[in-house]
């Protein structure tokens, strides 16, 4: 079993920033991929970018490249995820999540979620 914790969402105005984290525990030797996704009040879930944590390679959605910052800590098994130059587009309830297998990019792929963080961008 994997529990995941997101945490540092918050109120912002438009071009600020936050440094969201997901704390992962249990077994997690298996999840070799992890996630962010997020999703806008009336819109459906969007994929942001997706971890491959042992090589810490990520790849991201264009519409978050060059303002979201992927990072990790694996002795404290924890992803950040830092995000800048805030939009009010921005506004969303942010997701981790950990990948059941090889693949890691649709919901499907993934076994466990977290409970969310909410992210509020005005203007």
């Known amino acids: 079993q994997v529990q995941l914790v997101e945490s540092g969402g918050g109120s912002v105005q438009t071009g600020g920033s936050l440094r969201l984290s997901c704390a992962a525990s249990?077994?997690?030797?298996?999840?070799?991929?992890m996630a962010w996704f997020r999703q806008a009040p009336g819109k459906e879930r969007e994929w942001i970018a997706s971890i491959y944590t042992r090589t810490g390679g990520t790849y991201s959605a264009d519409s978050v490249k060059g303002r979201f910052t992927f990072s990790q800590d694996n002795a404290k098994k924890t992803l950040y995820l830092q995000v800048n130059s805030l939009k009010p587009d921005d506004t969303a309830m942010y997701y981790c999540?950990?990948?059941?297998?090889?693949?890691?990019?649709?919901?499907?792929?993934?076994?466990?979620w977290g409970q969310g963080t909410q992210v509020t961008v005005s203007s």
């Open positions: 999540a950990a990948a059941r297998g090889l693949h890691c990019r649709n919901e499907g792929d993934f076994g466990y």
């Open positions: 249990g077994d997690t030797y298996g999840s070799a991929c």
